[in-house]
């Protein structure tokens, strides 16, 4: 019987497209991964305008959003793996971006 290993190590993220319910991800080998935008809540809590502002983290090796703190690796894509993060955690994320513009960063004041 044979088994298939997956090699991810030649593997890299080369381009990312959020909807309102997809993350799809395409890999360095032409391949696009979808999962579900459900698997990833902070994403689904975010804008259009915060899902479309990531950047490639590690050589590819995962997706970062930096006004939703949230990092997708593509090794986890590719095991079928959602978010790890705990509910406790992600409700406090919730609470902190309550009353604050969303999108955007807070600045701080001048110092005179």
Avoid: C, Y
Avoid at 1 to 14: F, G, K, P, Q, R
Avoid at 34 to 56: D, I, K, Q, Y
């Amino acid at each position: 019987m044979h088994t298939l290993t997956l090699e991810i190590n030649d593997l890299s993220a080369v381009d990312v497209r959020v909807t309102a319910d997809t993350l799809a991800v395409t890999l360095s080998d032409g391949r696009m991964v979808a999962a579900p935008l459900a698997w990833f809540p902070r994403l689904m809590a975010g804008t259009p305008r915060e899902r479309s502002a990531w950047r490639l983290i590690g050589g590819g090796e995962g997706i970062h959003w930096e006004h939703l703190d949230e990092d997708v690796s593509v090794e986890g894509l590719l095991a079928g793996r959602g978010s790890q993060e705990s509910p406790k955690s992600l409700q406090r994320w919730l609470q902190s971006r309550e009353g604050r513009p969303t999108g955007s960063r807070r600045r701080a004041s001048p110092r005179t």
